[in-house]
């Protein structure tokens, strides 16, 4: 039985034969690890938080010339180099009360401006009359009870909460509405707290947030 000629190796045909142009292959590069794909809502199940993932990216920070106070000058770009995780609400009395075991809340049944909500169930209502070490001790416990790794759950960074604030009011789908459609104000809070998530959600899906 004649013999079958081995095959030659392409990459030695090509390095020997000078009609051939020269390729030097060295190492294949791996290919790239797949994108984690990360979910847009993670539900922490102790206090029932709803977080929203906002997106990575850059925004404009600080107020335009003519406005706000003097200490948001100059406006500038800010970048936030990767996604992360947002309350959708502010947190709620009774989600506090799970976690810190007390309601510190003035607009509360046993607080000081409990005739202004007499009647009413606040456990949606925001909790107030929270210091930041208290809000930072929140954090710890919450993280604590849900077994996360110290310092995973925090209090925004100043860029991060001026990013999720730039997800302007929605008003029909153009993410410009009036800022009365999705806040509330002094002029229509009839001077006491409400339930949260009750108006329109940004454009990050975040109720309650200024543009």
Do not use: W
Not at 2 to 10: G, R, S, T, Y
Not at 14 to 36: D, F, G, H, L, M
């Amino acid at each position: 039985m004649e013999k079958k000629p081995a095959k030659e190796d392409p990459i030695k045909v090509a390095s020997t034969n000078p009609a051939v142009p020269v390729v030097s292959v060295t190492k294949i590069p791996p290919p790239p690890p797949p994108e984690v794909v990360l979910p847009s809502e993670l539900t922490l199940k102790t206090a029932e938080v709803t977080l929203v993932l906002i997106p990575k990216g850059t925004f404009p920070m600080g107020s335009a010339d003519g406005e706000g106070d003097p200490n948001e000058h100059p406006r500038h770009e800010v970048s936030i180099s990767r996604p992360y995780y947002m309350g959708r609400t502010e947190v709620t009395q009774e989600q506090y009360e799970r976690v810190m075991d007390v309601n510190p809340s003035y607009f509360f049944k046993s607080g000081m401006g409990a005739e202004r909500v007499a009647g009413l169930a606040t456990n949606t209502h925001p909790v107030e009359q929270v210091g930041y070490d208290d809000a930072q001790e929140f954090c710890r416990k919450l993280a604590l009870r849900e077994n996360l790794p110290e310092g995973s759950i925090r209090l925004p960074t100043e860029a991060r909460n001026g990013n999720m604030r730039h997800g302007r009011i929605r008003s029909d789908g153009d993410g410009r509405g009036p800022l009365a459609a999705g806040l509330g104000s002094r002029k229509n809070s009839r001077g006491q707290t409400h339930p949260v998530a009750v108006k329109r959600p940004n454009a990050f899906q975040l109720f309650d947030m200024g543009g």
